[in-house]
């Protein structure tokens, strides 16, 4: 079977389980995720909800390249009526004041969005409504493979112990935290899954889902927030979490059953496969065994990631998986750069370019939502979901491959950016940029500080220097030294650069059509 369809499930409920799955609309390979959040926040205040207003929301992504939309239904508390977990209204009095103890910890000038979340799911669940079963249901209407997202240990707000978002459990249970010891960071404040008990609770809501919605697959997100051991741990907590797919595989096995249709599982693992293994998620082992049917590489949140070693990936995966590469929101070229930007049609057509070429199925496009949480170009959300699922629908379009970073590593592991770079005068460095299929009328672009000039090859061949410009967004502020390309360079290229003074380089990229 061809792995850019093994996840072209059935899209009826009858369908038999013994169906071939049909052949996906041309250049349909998107995934969309819908945080647990997003929706909440922005339709708040609405005087009454509709079961078909509220389905209405998928509309938008009928007839694009999505054909997964996957559905976040959790954090610590969920977004629906739970029997098993706290849902996000516990303890809310809809007739109280914004410092009602709920929100009491909450920062008074955000209290009003805090409660925008809380207060639309208890007016759905008060009116009879499960968004989540509505969505499902209306993507399969609009031809769109409807999945169900469960983040595995979420850690928002974890630096206030008394949040209207943490759950109960976690509460009660400062034992079963990573770093019980240590309140460095939020890594130290996740769940432990060396404990039984951990591994339980969250498995109490795998059943759950499976139980109250009718998906087409389950992704379990080990990337919120990516850290689920102590420090020195992880090589036997790669067998725990192992055991613990192999656990949910085995119960998607009798629901696909019950419900006559496949029943696809999906994982979200750190970018590179040696990080993913160091933090004891082995997606790799996990595809070869069969117990993943899509396996999504992504970075965490601080920038899109444009070389993720989708080749590596696949070597290591085998070819019986779907590979899909998460892109993040932010672009930052490293961890320290400021100020934070969003990506822009033009350098998530790069990042999707490139990824594509090296051999992903499907650009997972995560946090890149229809309001608020928003690309830096809104107006061209439209041509986004409509364009960066296909290497055909990129073809000759104004593209940008920015050099960026790996934002995940394990305890000890060392960063991989390579920005900044601080340069004396005569010393050479290079710069290894992913661009994918040929670009024509490239050119080298450099933000630098300092007043050194440049001298610049792209794969050994000197390139005339073109000119400062002024930054698109996003761009540094200060703008661009730029250097024209030779003709129809593709794929990797080596860009060697030599200053005449000291200086240092904080943004590198290479953009054409």
Not at 38 to 47: K, L
Not at 60 to 68: D, F, I, M
């Given at each position: 079977?061809?792995?850019?369809?093994?996840?072209?499930?059935?899209?009826?409920?009858?369908?038999?389980?013994?169906?071939?799955?049909?052949?996906?609309?041309?250049?349909?390979?998107?995934?969309?995720?819908?945080?647990?959040?997003?929706?909440?926040?922005?339709?708040?205040?609405?005087?009454?909800?509709?079961?078909?207003?509220?389905?209405?929301?998928?509309?938008?992504?009928?007839?694009?390249?999505?054909?997964?939309?996957?559905?976040?239904?959790?954090?610590?508390?969920?977004?629906?009526?739970?029997?098993?977990?706290?849902?996000?209204?516990?303890?809310?009095?809809?007739?109280?004041?914004?410092?009602?103890?709920?929100?009491?910890?909450?920062?008074?000038?955000?209290?009003?969005?805090?409660?925008?979340?809380?207060?639309?799911?208890?007016?759905?669940?008060?009116?009879?409504?499960?968004?989540?079963?509505?969505?499902?249901?209306?993507?399969?209407?609009?031809?769109?493979?409807?999945?169900?997202?469960?983040?595995?240990?979420?850690?928002?707000?974890?630096?206030?112990?008394?949040?209207?978002?943490?759950?109960?459990?976690?509460?009660?249970?400062?034992?079963?935290?990573?770093?019980?010891?240590?309140?460095?960071?939020?890594?130290?404040?996740?769940?432990?899954?060396?404990?039984?008990?951990?591994?339980?609770?969250?498995?109490?809501?795998?059943?759950?889902?499976?139980?109250?919605?009718?998906?087409?697959?389950?992704?379990?997100?080990?990337?919120?927030?990516?850290?689920?051991?102590?420090?020195?741990?992880?090589?036997?907590?790669?067998?725990?979490?192992?055991?613990?797919?192999?656990?949910?595989?085995?119960?998607?096995?009798?629901?696909?059953?019950?419900?006559?249709?496949?029943?696809?599982?999906?994982?979200?693992?750190?970018?590179?496969?040696?990080?993913?293994?160091?933090?004891?998620?082995?997606?790799?082992?996990?595809?070869?065994?069969?117990?993943?049917?899509m396996l999504t590489p992504s970075p965490f949140w601080a920038s899109i990631e444009t070389d993720v070693p989708v080749e590596m990936w696949r070597r290591l995966a085998g070819e019986n998986v779907t590979l899909g590469v998460g892109l993040e929101l932010l672009i930052r070229p490293y961890h320290a750069y400021r100020p934070l930007e969003t990506n822009?049609?033009?350098?998530?057509?790069?990042?999707?370019?490139?990824?594509?070429?090296?051999?992903?199925?499907?650009?997972?496009?995560?946090?890149?939502?229809?309001?608020?949480?928003?690309?830096?170009?809104?107006?061209?959300?439209?041509?986004?979901?409509?364009?960066?699922?296909?290497?055909?629908?990129?073809?000759?379009?104004?593209?940008?491959?920015?050099?960026?970073?790996?934002?995940?590593?394990?305890?000890?592991?060392?960063?991989?950016?390579?920005?900044?770079?601080?340069?004396?005068?005569?010393?050479?460095?290079?710069?290894?940029?992913?661009?994918?299929?040929?670009?024509?009328?490239?050119?080298?672009?450099?933000?630098?500080?300092?007043?050194?000039?440049?001298?610049?090859?792209?794969?050994?061949?000197?390139?005339?220097?073109?000119?400062?410009?002024?930054?698109?967004t996003p761009g540094p502020a200060t703008g661009f030294e730029t250097f024209r390309l030779p003709a129809r360079l593709s794929h990797w290229v080596i860009l060697d650069v030599q200053a005449s003074s000291p200086?240092?380089?904080?943004?590198?990229?290479?953009?054409?059509?």
């Amino acid at each position: 079977m061809n792995r850019r369809t093994l996840l072209t499930l059935p899209l009826a409920a009858t369908a038999p389980l013994s169906a071939a799955p049909a052949a996906p609309s041309p250049g349909t390979a998107l995934c969309l995720n819908e945080d647990n959040s997003h929706w909440f926040f922005t339709r708040a205040g609405q005087q009454q909800y509709t079961p078909g207003g509220v389905a209405s929301f998928v509309d938008q992504y009928a007839g694009t390249q999505v054909r997964e939309l996957i559905l976040s239904a959790n954090s610590q508390r969920t977004s629906f009526a739970s029997k098993v977990w706290d849902p996000i209204w516990l303890g809310y009095d809809p007739k109280g004041p914004d410092s009602q103890p709920l929100f009491a910890s909450t920062a008074e000038a955000a209290r009003p969005g805090a409660r925008k979340w809380v207060d639309t799911a208890w007016r759905l669940h008060a009116a009879g409504i499960d968004p989540y079963a509505l969505w499902i249901a209306r993507a399969r209407q609009r031809r769109i493979s409807p999945w169900i997202s469960m983040r595995m240990n979420d850690l928002h707000n974890v630096d206030d112990e008394k949040s209207y978002m943490h759950s109960t459990f976690w509460r009660e249970h400062p034992e079963f935290r990573r770093l019980p010891w240590r309140h460095l960071d939020w890594r130290d404040r996740a769940f432990d899954y060396s404990n039984a008990a951990v591994r339980d609770y969250h498995f109490r809501l795998v059943e759950e889902y499976c139980e109250r919605y009718d998906f087409d697959g389950l992704e379990l997100d080990w990337m919120r927030f990516g850290f689920h051991f102590a420090p020195g741990k992880e090589e036997e907590g790669s067998e725990l979490l192992t055991a613990f797919m192999q656990r949910t595989r085995r119960l998607l096995d009798v629901w696909q059953k019950r419900r006559g249709h496949r029943i696809a599982l999906g994982a979200r693992v750190p970018s590179r496969p040696h990080t993913a293994l160091a933090l004891g998620m082995d997606g790799a082992r996990w595809a070869r065994e069969g117990l993943v049917q899509m396996l999504t590489p992504s970075p965490f949140w601080a920038s899109i990631e444009t070389d993720v070693p989708v080749e590596m990936w696949r070597r290591l995966a085998g070819e019986n998986v779907t590979l899909g590469v998460g892109l993040e929101l932010l672009i930052r070229p490293y961890h320290a750069y400021r100020p934070l930007e969003t990506n822009s049609l033009e350098t998530v057509r790069g990042a999707a370019a490139s990824l594509l070429s090296r051999g992903a199925d499907r650009i997972y496009l995560f946090n890149y939502m229809d309001s608020q949480t928003v690309m830096a170009d809104m107006e061209n959300y439209p041509a986004l979901l409509r364009e960066c699922g296909s290497a055909a629908t990129l073809a000759g379009k104004p593209r940008r491959h920015v050099v960026t970073y790996a934002d995940t590593q394990a305890p000890g592991e060392a960063s991989n950016a390579q920005l900044p770079k601080s340069l004396a005068a005569g010393q050479w460095t290079s710069f290894r940029v992913h661009t994918g299929p040929a670009l024509s009328k490239a050119a080298a672009r450099f933000n630098v500080e300092g007043a050194a000039q440049l001298t610049v090859r792209a794969n050994g061949v000197e390139c005339p220097a073109a000119g400062h410009i002024e930054a698109p967004t996003p761009g540094p502020a200060t703008g661009f030294e730029t250097f024209r390309l030779p003709a129809r360079l593709s794929h990797w290229v080596i860009l060697d650069v030599q200053a005449s003074s000291p200086c240092t380089i904080h943004w590198v990229e290479i953009a054409g059509a």
